[in-house]
């Protein structure tokens, strides 16, 4: 369990415990041994006195040591890389960082402009890069880009913008170089962005999700950064006059009531699935937002704690059966 600040009385305790513990015997061997989370137990040669992390080069000696930055507000494992002069502890806040591959499509903020590029705040331990050759300008047109354009950055994207982009590779400071080259990149607007642990959103073909029966856009950043917000149409044709694109802009900045609730009921299921710690799948999403509409739970009291136990429990049962029908088709 990640993040459940609320209390819990005695059947909920005892139904969360059953849930979690259900879902743990069903998870398969090989994906348990193949990493760890906070208050995992990790096997250790005790007579070496190291870790050996199969498929991996590195040795990694175990310490004990006081893991201050724990929110669990107590001592932990350290784990130090052997001549790396790095360590990292397993604390709630180490697996959450990104660990970036070119071609990932990532959500950021925009912290700071600087001459013909953004900087953008990614959930990584370095900023990424924006170029402004490496993305559309608004006019649409493929152009040299001059010196009024970059006086015009701040047109495009400033302070606290949240952008969507891909990984297009690394900077020799290892920082990222972001490219934002298609319509479908760009600012994000009328939304609301969620920051998650990085290892809870895998790396799949579709990361852009169109969900027509509520009007909204999901991206599942890699960076584990996720954008809720109002579907956006795509243009291809940017060639529009200037009349057209107010009329456009006009209609666009309206988002109806019943568009904001689902933004927020699917950014609350979300939150709820994060915090139990699930991986996140558009399917997983959209199947705790239905369970919300059909149980009549308001949207704020989805954050409740009975309706966490509700979705760990529905997990466990999805789980179960998953299982169940594997076997009986052996």
């Known amino acids: 369990m990640r993040d459940l600040h609320f209390p819990l009385n005695q059947t909920q305790r005892v139904r969360l415990e059953a849930a979690l513990h259900e879902l743990q015997t069903l998870a398969p061997a090989a994906a348990s041994a193949a990493s760890v989370t906070v208050a995992d137990s990790i096997p250790v040669n005790q007579e070496d006195n190291i870790l050996k992390i199969f498929g991996c080069v590195c040795v990694f000696r175990v310490q004990r040591a006081w893991c201050g930055g724990s929110r669990w507000g107590g001592g932990g494992d350290t784990v130090r890389r052997r001549g790396a002069g790095q360590q990292a502890c397993l604390c709630a806040d180490a697996p959450a960082r990104y660990k970036p591959e070119v071609g990932d499509i990532i959500v950021g903020r925009v912290i700071e402009i ?14 990424a890069v924006l170029m402004l050759s490496s ?17 015009n950055m701040r047109s495009i994207f400033e302070e606290n913008d949240v952008v969507c982009a891909e990984v297009r590779g690394f900077q020799h400071d290892g920082s990222l170089h972001l490219q934002a080259r298609s319509q479908k990149y760009g600012k994000l607007q009328r939304g609301q962005l969620l920051t998650v642990p990085a290892y809870l959103v895998k790396r799949r073909k579709q990361h852009f999700h169109h969900l027509e029966q509520y009007d909204v856009d999901l991206i599942l950043g890699c960076n584990g950064f996720i954008w809720v917000g109002q579907h956006v149409l795509v243009r291809e044709n940017t060639e529009l006059k200037e009349d057209q694109h107010k009329l456009s802009d006009e209609v666009d900045t309206f988002t109806s009531i019943e568009t904001r609730k689902h933004i927020c009921r699917l950014a609350n299921a979300v939150r709820v699935l994060s915090a139990l710690g699930f991986i996140l799948t558009i399917e997983l999403i959209i199947q705790t937002a239905e369970a919300s509409l059909s149980s009549n739970v308001e949207i704020n009291a989805m954050l409740g704690a009975e309706f966490y136990v509700q979705t760990a429990e529905r997990e466990a049962r999805r789980r179960a059966d998953l299982v169940r029908k594997k076997n009986g088709a052996r």
Do not use: S
């Open 114 to 127: 600087a001459p013909k590029r953004w900087r953008l705040e990614i959930n990584f331990t370095q900023d």
């Open 135 to 151: 993305m559309n300008l608004p006019d649409g047109i493929q152009r040299r880009r001059t010196a009024v354009d970059e006086l």
